[in-house]
């Protein structure tokens, strides 16, 4: 059922842009995407967007789960 998806998610590219999910389960079943889908690392840079301190940041995973999104949301990318 994915791999059909993701088939039509591929004919999708070709009339506009993909969304983030659309785009790894493109490539995800080797399907050609509209461009290669993008994670970023963000671990020391979502800590110091956010000014969090690396204690806080590295014994309390719910601080650190919301400093990657708010990093991400400013950086963007297609996978978390």
Same mark, same amino acid.
């Given at each position: ?10 004919? !999708?590219?070709? &009339? %506009?842009?993909?969304?983030? /999910? ?6 995800? @079943?080797?399907?050609? +995407? ?5 994670? !970023?690392?963000? &671990? %020391?840079?979502?800590?110091? /967007? ?6 806080? @940041?590295?014994?309390? +995973? ?19």
């Amino acid at each position: 059922m994915l791999r059909a998806a993701a088939g039509l998610f591929r004919l !999708h590219g070709k &009339l %506009g842009e993909l969304l983030p /999910l659309e785009r790894v389960l493109c490539a995800v @079943f080797f399907k050609e +995407p509209d461009r290669v889908p993008v994670t !970023h690392f963000l &671990l %020391g840079a979502a800590r110091r /967007l956010t000014g969090i301190s690396y204690q806080k @940041f590295s014994r309390h +995973p719910e601080s650190a789960a919301e400093a990657y999104l708010a990093a991400s949301e400013i950086i963007g990318g297609d996978v978390l």
